[in-house]
């Protein structure tokens, strides 16, 4: 069994064995499932589609159907090693929040989401004067659930402001790839990070 996402494929390289992860917006429970059965991981998904859900449980995942947007408050403090939250972020009403609460749950976090500031969403909207639509945000500004668009500079200085420390940052193109320009200037030319923080 392999995972079919690139991203996912990273995060389980920071994942320990025996370890409780909590997954926020777990989808159809690939992460999860994968975690169980390749580093005995216990844990629980959080996911609010009913078919994803469906889905969840019949890979044998714990799923909790619940809004992300109306906090953790049912979970205890450090009742997880990790919690993990894959593309969602953006989406959320109050990002911050979610980030203090991530570490008020768990003792690390991982998050991932699109970079706003890539070359090529800065060209589309400095040559057309409308907002990007690419392979990595193709929603038109309307129909999109992403609501908070950020660069990879935005995060790190929240991240600073709420005294976060980074401890892992991956960079890389749709396909999590890395190159040069990934490692040398990231906020330019990373469409995608994963970022795994704690207190």
């Known amino acids: 069994m392999s995972l079919t996402r690139p991203d996912l494929a990273i995060i389980q390289n920071w994942v320990q064995p025996n370890s409780r992860v909590l997954d926020l917006g777990c989808g159809n429970g690939e992460l999860l499932h994968f975690l169980q059965e390749h580093k005995q991981v216990h844990g629980y998904g959080l996911e609010i589609d ?4 469906t889905a969840c449980v019949a890979k044998g995942v714990n799923v909790i159907e619940q809004n992300l947007d109306d906090g953790l408050s049912n979970f205890k403090d450090q009742s997880y090693d990790l919690v993990v939250m894959t593309q969602a972020l953006q989406a959320l009403r109050r990002p911050d929040q979610m980030l203090e609460e991530m570490l008020r749950v768990g003792k690390e976090c991982i998050v991932t989401f699109p970079n706003f500031a890539y070359w090529r969403c800065r ?58 320009g990934t490692k040398m200037w990231p906020n330019l030319f990373g469409e995608f990070a994963i970022y795994r923080v704690t207190r």
């Open 50 to 53: 009913s078919d994803k859900i």
């Open 123 to 180: 060209m589309y909207l400095s040559l057309k004067g409308e907002m990007p639509v690419s392979k990595s945000l193709p929603y038109t500004w309307y129909d999109t659930p992403n609501i908070h668009l950020s660069t990879f500079r935005d995060f790190e200085q929240l991240c600073k402001n709420r005294n976060f420390h980074i401890l892992d940052r991956a960079v890389g193109n749709s396909e999590h790839e890395t190159h040069l």
